[in-house]
């Protein structure tokens, strides 16, 4: 079964310290997302990207963060000048095509813990 | 604003009886979907169940079942003779699929089900 895989499964980072967290999707997914979930918290929307473009983002997605599809096939979020509360779990999802009436989910990966320092 | 609320941060069952776990949501859309997510402790976001909100019929699958009150916008998750691989955290989540929206989740902060043997 295709799955949407992650890497690093955990990432340990200076404060400061730019990272990037990798993404592969399900490959004939088009709608790609990332979420943020804090320690004990609730998962949290960061941003949606369709058609090599950014389609929405939520306030926690400001200029520290940027995201890209490099190669057709991996999905990246990057952190510029890691805070310390950027400590989180970070999920990447990626859908097929949907509409009203033609519902796809969204597939999530496993994960990647980004512990700052 | 889409939210989401899980007013049970914590619940206990003993194995084998059966738990249910609440959810109210807020949208002023009419075409929707709501969801319930498990996470173990591995952090996984496993897809338990979904309802259609176009649909009156409640979903279930297998030992998981919804209590969908559209009009109260209540959308509370069942689970039957409740094992112990059942323990986790368990999120409520809402998908809004209209005009440009690319769909992202509104999650719940959570409930957490412990299950006794």
């Known amino acids: 079964e295709p799955e949407v895989t992650q890497t690093p499964s955990h990432q340990v980072t200076q404060m400061g310290q730019e990272v990037i967290l990798r993404c592969v999707p399900i490959s004939n997914h088009l709608y790609f997302y990332w979420y943020r979930q804090i320690l004990g918290q609730k998962v949290e929307f960061l941003v949606s990207f369709y058609n090599n473009e950014i389609s929405e983002k939520s306030e926690i997605f400001d200029d520290q963060f940027s995201v890209e599809r490099p190669d057709g096939s991996n999905f990246t979020l990057k952190i510029r000048s890691t805070k310390l509360e950027d400590s989180a779990m970070y999920f990447c999802?990626?859908?097929?095509?949907?509409?009203?009436?033609?519902?796809?989910?969204?597939?999530f990966g496993p994960g990647t813990r980004l512990t700052v320092l | 604003a889409q939210t989401v609320t899980q007013s049970q941060p914590e619940m206990s069952v003993q194995e084998a009886e059966t738990v249910t776990l609440s959810c109210t949501y807020d949208?002023?859309?009419?075409?929707?979907?709501l969801f319930w997510y498990k996470q173990p402790p591995s952090r996984q976001m496993i897809l338990v169940i979904r309802q259609e909100a176009y649909k009156q019929q409640n979903a279930t699958e297998n030992r998981f079942s919804v209590n969908f009150q559209k009009a109260a916008k209540s959308f509370s998750l069942k689970i039957s003779d409740s094992q112990l691989g059942d323990a986790a955290m368990y999120f409520c989540a809402h998908d809004v699929i209209y005009g440009g929206s690319q769909g992202n989740l509104i999650f719940g902060k959570g409930t957490k089900l412990s299950v006794k043997p």
């Open positions: 949208t002023s859309e009419s075409d929707y979907y």
């Open positions: 999802a990626s859908r097929g095509p949907f509409s009203r009436g033609n519902y796809n989910e969204q597939f």
